[in-house]
């Protein structure tokens, strides 16, 4: 039965990644095998490099357990920032918990067959930190059967101490905003934005304190095996091949999570069914405001984006850190600056004013939202079908509602880097205006994607705005378009004109992109509406 | 005010709807019965436009859905088998996006919205996420919203299911209020003792065809409904 249920959910996981077009030639998940690699060459490339230089500097000190300690440190940090919120989603969010509780599985085989998938998906991403990790250690001559035998049990073990954790926080994360009555999604955001900024603190740590680690390496040997003694047991087991420290290792990952999941599986059914704080609201009459179509439309769309934290987190991630960004610049202008002065100084040519135009475009890249908002329609399409309602005008509110929460932030962030980084009317109109033009066509393409790409039988929200392939083409494609720009301008661009200009006419083929894509969308992109479900 | 024509809608292989063909006049209440997976929902879907059909032709109130699918959903109400709501909006929010929608007048859409939820008992409720309705209250929260712009037709699909006694009378008793103005009703359902009593006219689809049609008098003949159906059933197997 576990087994079952496990394929089920693994398969709704991937199902848009798997599924064939009815027109398509080739299967969805060669494209999206194609964003993976790309995603995981980038990651797996950084952990390279970090680690053929620990691996060294640990071997020269005499602490090579070190290495992997600290490969599991980082791994169980990034693992953990990461899951918690997919955990709370597929665990207690699931739109089929209830269906599932109705039929004869017990409640513990429905937990264990969810916490199956949640650990394939924590193995499948700690591949492309593994695989780098191990290949530096074997090329340095390190690899014996023993201990290669360790490091492949320590693959699948790694990620349960990180699921241990996961879990217990998504279990307190849900227990809590199950019992705020109001704000729920604004607690939810501002939480995962905590999360999110550790993310992003543990990742620059690592990078910041890169020379210390390497020069004071007997001093880090000694913090980690006093405060992270999981870590400590690992890094001995494999660098001595000691079976020992190894079976503690073991111990350490398997005791928690079994204690946990067992605990969680005794409770699972109470906590599915419990109330979700939710309590009758008194009603009291009155005249109600009367809003015109579009603003209802639109109204509609941000309801659902607020209601969502999910969607918030994934889907407009760059308007969070641009408000963040911008609220860092008016506090610490000149820290911020001054970072930015070295970046721009590093490359010749570049100014203050280019280098936030970049930035500012590939953080609203970031931005997917209306590559998901045909798809949150979900089982709930057929009232806007039913509605004297064109399709032209419903695509064009999901258009605003983008536009309001994705570009809406950037244009406040782009104006307050306009007041802090340009000099002059030139700049500040660079900063202000040509980032807005990408976002224009992002969000338009978004909107055509997911209208090719559509998933409409989701089970949590999780897997359109995270999981699917139109969120996944969506932020690779905005992305590209910027990198794409920058390759043009260094193979050709530099030659004939100044950043600046050179930035003015990436606008400009935004602006005429878009149009072309909005062009598609009256046409061909309403046609597709119309035929969903059919 | 619903003619449809040769209506025909095939899924891949499968022809869902084969040729049908059926009228509803003004002040009828039409019941269309069938086993499950005989095409009942997908005709209702098409006449609401909410599915795209391969041929024939559906007009209400003399438009066709094809060419004035706007003009058509205007003057018609769906309410689905199952009505899955926007479940992050509250039931008073629900309505008045739907009274925005069809640019129902403050006052009027005032006046309806309590006129119908106190009839269906879910005024107290309103205030309430739909999310956090039970399957009953979101049917009737669905009729609510299905007749706020005061519909030339409504098009139900298994309107009874998860109501309770009072609400399934006050619906029932709706149904006959609006075809006294000159509405028109089409539903499906399984229960054929409410067919019998409530409608004017019946239709029997079987494997996507219709099997019989016409007025339930004349359908029924000395027999009952149930008796009907079941050996149309059994004399197409």
Same mark, same amino acid.
């Given at each position: ?8 959910n693994?398969?709704a ?78 665990l ?7 269906? #599932?509780?109705a ?14 998938? #949640? ?9 492309? #930190?593994?695989?780098?990790?191990a290949?530096?250690w ?24 990180t ?19 109001r ?10 934005l ?18 210390? #680690? ?20 690992f ?20 005791t ?31 005249v ?28 407009t ?6 408000l963040i ?35 500012i ?16 329609e ?14 032209s ?35 500040w ?24 790409l559509?998933r409409?039988?989701w089970?949590?929200e999780?897997q ?71 | 005010?619903?003619?449809?024509e ?22 009828e ?116 919203s ?16 998860g ?14 209020q ?13 229960v054929?003792?409410?067919?019998e009593r ?14 019989a ?25």
């Amino acid at each position: 039965m576990i087994g079952t249920l496990y394929r089920l959910n693994l398969r709704a996981v991937f199902a848009s990644l798997l599924r064939r077009g009815r027109r398509a030639r080739w299967p969805r998940f060669v494209f999206a095998g194609l964003f993976v690699t790309y995603v995981a060459g980038s990651v797996a490339l950084a952990m390279l490099l970090l680690f053929s230089l620990l691996v060294v500097a640990f071997d020269a000190i005499g602490e090579l357990w070190l290495y992997w300690a600290l490969f599991a440190a980082i791994s169980f940090s990034l693992g953990v920032l990461g899951s918690v919120f997919v955990a709370a989603g597929h665990l207690f969010g699931a739109r089929d918990n209830e269906a #599932l509780l109705a039929l004869p599985i017990r409640p513990g085989q429905i937990l264990a067959s969810r916490v199956l998938v #949640l650990l394939t998906i924590e193995c499948a991403l700690s591949v492309p #930190l593994f695989v780098p990790v191990a290949y530096v250690w074997l090329s340095a001559g390190h690899g014996t059967p023993v201990g290669v035998a360790m490091l492949l049990a320590g693959f699948v073990l790694l990620p349960v101490i990180t699921l241990s954790v996961s879990l217990l926080l998504a279990w307190v994360l849900s227990a809590v905003v199950a019992r705020v009555r109001r704000h729920r999604s604004l607690l939810t955001v501002v939480v995962a934005l905590v999360f999110l900024l550790g993310y992003v603190a543990v990742f620059t740590a690592v990078q910041r304190h890169l020379g210390d #680690l390497i020069t004071s390496g007997a001093e880090v040997a000694a913090a980690v095996s006093r405060s992270m003694p999981p870590f400590h047991a690992f890094g001995v087991a494999v660098a001595d091949e000691d079976p020992g420290r190894f079976a503690l290792f073991v111990a350490w990952a398997v005791t928690p999570f079994v204690a946990l999941v067992g605990i969680l599986a005794s409770r699972y059914s109470r906590i599915l069914t419990a109330g979700r704080g939710t309590h009758r609201v008194a009603y009291h009459p009155r005249v109600p405001r009367r809003s015109g179509m579009t603003a209802a439309l639109v109204g509609r769309e941000l309801s659902q984006y607020w209601s969502r934290p999910m969607v918030v987190l994934n889907a407009t991630i760059g308007s969070l850190m641009s408000l963040i960004g911008a609220g860092a610049l008016v506090a610490r202008r000149d820290v911020v600056l001054g970072y930015s002065n070295r970046l721009a100084g590093a490359v010749p040519g570049l100014t203050i004013p280019v280098l936030v135009t970049v930035a500012i475009a590939l953080v609203g890249a970031t931005n997917t939202l209306s590559a998901s908002l045909v798809s949150l329609e979900g089982r709930t399409l057929w009232i806007a079908r039913s509605l004297p309602v064109s399709s032209s005008r419903i695509l064009r509110a999901k258009l605003l509602a983008h536009l309001a929460v994705s570009s809406g932030p950037c244009l406040l962030a782009s104006i307050v880097t306009a007041w802090a980084a340009a000099d002059d009317a030139a700049g500040w109109l660079l900063i202000v205006f040509v980032p807005q033009c990408f976002f224009l066509l992002t969000a338009l393409g978004g909107l055509a994607v997911n209208l090719s790409l559509p998933r409409l039988d989701w089970l949590s929200e999780v897997q359109v705005v995270k999981q699917s392939a139109s969120a996944l083409v969506a932020v690779f494609g905005g992305i590209g378009v910027v990198v794409g720009f920058g390759i043009v301008y260094l193979v050709v661009g530099r030659l004939l004109v100044t950043p600046e200009i050179y930035l003015w006419f990436c606008g400009l083929a935004c602006v005429l992109a878009a149009l072309a894509v909005a062009r598609h969308l009256h046409t061909r992109g309403v046609a597709r509406f119309e035929r969903l479900g059919s | 005010m619903l003619r449809i024509e040769n209506l025909t809608k095939t899924y891949g292989d499968k022809r869902a709807v084969d040729d049908l063909s059926l009228h509803v006049g003004p002040g009828e209440i039409y019941g269309f019965i069938g086993h499950n997976g005989a095409g009942k929902t997908t005709t209702i879907k098409s006449v609401c436009g909410i599915l795209q059909f391969d041929s024939g032709t559906i007009t209400i109130d003399g438009h066709d859905v094809r060419r004035e699918p706007l003009l058509c959903k205007a003057r018609t109400a769906y309410i689905p088998d199952n009505p899955d709501l926007y479940d992050f909006m509250t039931g008073i929010k629900y309505l008045n996006f739907i009274a925005d929608v069809f640019d129902i007048d403050a006052a009027l859409r005032n006046e309806r919205i309590h006129r119908y939820s106190d009839m269906l008992e879910l005024t107290a409720d309103l205030a309430g996420a739909i999310s956090s309705y039970s399957h009953g209250m979101k049917q009737k929260l669905a009729i609510i919203s299905a007749l706020i712009h005061e519909p030339r037709l409504l098009v139900l699909d298994e309107p009874f299911v998860g109501l309770d006694p009072k609400a399934s009378r006050a619906v029932k008793d709706l149904m006959r209020q609006k075809c006294d103005e000159g509405a028109a009703v089409f539903f499906s359902t399984h229960v054929l003792e409410v067919a019998e009593r409530l409608c004017d006219k019946v239709a029997i689809i079987k494997g996507g065809r219709l099997v019989a049609h016409g007025p339930t008098d004349e359908v029924r003949g000395d027999s009952s409904l149930e008796d009907v159906f079941l050996e149309l059933e059994s004399d197409q197997q």
